[in-house]
């Protein structure tokens, strides 16, 4: 079965530094990936996808994530994080044999000091 | 920007009640999606719903849960005798298509259950 790995549970920066989230997935072929961002109180939201073309991609708020095939990896990256960004990220993917469902990680939380 | 509404925010029922969760999803998207998230866990998919039947389930959507579209604009989730375990928020989502997997889901603000 398809799955999404996030290995880190908890982030915790201080404002201007440097943000990776790690997210691996399971799954040998076709497959769209998804971040999602869900701040304190509020509705999941789509920060960036990957569907096909250049595997460098870029979304809202200064978010990009580097889809790796031969990695099975699809890491966000911020170079300079704000205390805005204090929520919680969940990296997602669906595949051709289940276009209907995402598969949702663990989700990281992501946590700034002033 | 177009929303998916949820009512109610958030419920408190008694084990083995009845609870529907209503949703409105964006008016020309044609996927509809029940996710559910257990306080402190991941985000998990119940049930997908296109052309007025279930299109995909997970193991978590047994004979207790229900899906339908009764008027053509709500969307609705009903737990026929909720447990204590069905604490959680329950989020709805919607997509305008779903060809090779690139659908794009927006979701509902969530609704609350609390089974006590």
């Known amino acids: 079965a398809q799955s999404v790995s996030q290995h880190n549970h908890h982030v915790i920066l201080s404002e201007a530094a440097s943000l990776e989230l790690g997210c691996n997935y399971s799954y040998g072929g076709t497959v769209n990936l998804f971040w999602y961002v869900q701040y304190p109180g509020q509705h999941l939201q789509l920060l960036l996808k990957?569907?096909?073309?250049?595997?460098l991609v870029k979304g809202i708020k200064g978010f990009e994530a580097e889809f790796i095939k031969s990695k099975f990896s699809f890491n966000l990256r911020k170079p300079s994080v704000q205390w805005s960004d204090t929520a919680e990220y969940f990296c997602a993917v669906t595949t051709i044999s289940s276009a209907s469902k995402i598969i949702f990680g663990s989700g990281t939380r992501l946590s700034i000091r002033p | 920007e177009p929303e998916v509404t949820q009512t109610p925010s958030h419920q408190v029922t008694q084990m083995g009640q009845e609870v529907i969760l209503r949703c409105v999803p964006i008016s020309n998207h044609l996927y509809f999606y029940w996710y559910r998230q257990i306080l402190g866990q991941k985000v998990e998919f119940l049930v997908s719903?296109?052309?007025?039947?279930?299109?995909?389930k997970s193991e978590i959507f047994d004979d207790q849960f229900s899906v339908e579209r009764p008027d053509g604009s709500n969307f609705t989730l009903k737990i026929r005798s909720t447990k204590l375990e069905d604490s959680a928020m329950y989020f709805c989502?919607?997509?305008?298509?779903?060809?090779?997997?690139?659908?794009?889901?927006?979701f509902g603000a969530g609704s609350r259950l609390t089974v006590l």
């Open positions: 989502a919607s997509g305008r298509d779903s060809n090779s997997g690139a659908n794009v889901l927006t």
């Open positions: 990957y569907f096909s073309g250049d595997p």
């Open positions: 719903f296109y052309n007025n039947e279930i299109s995909e």
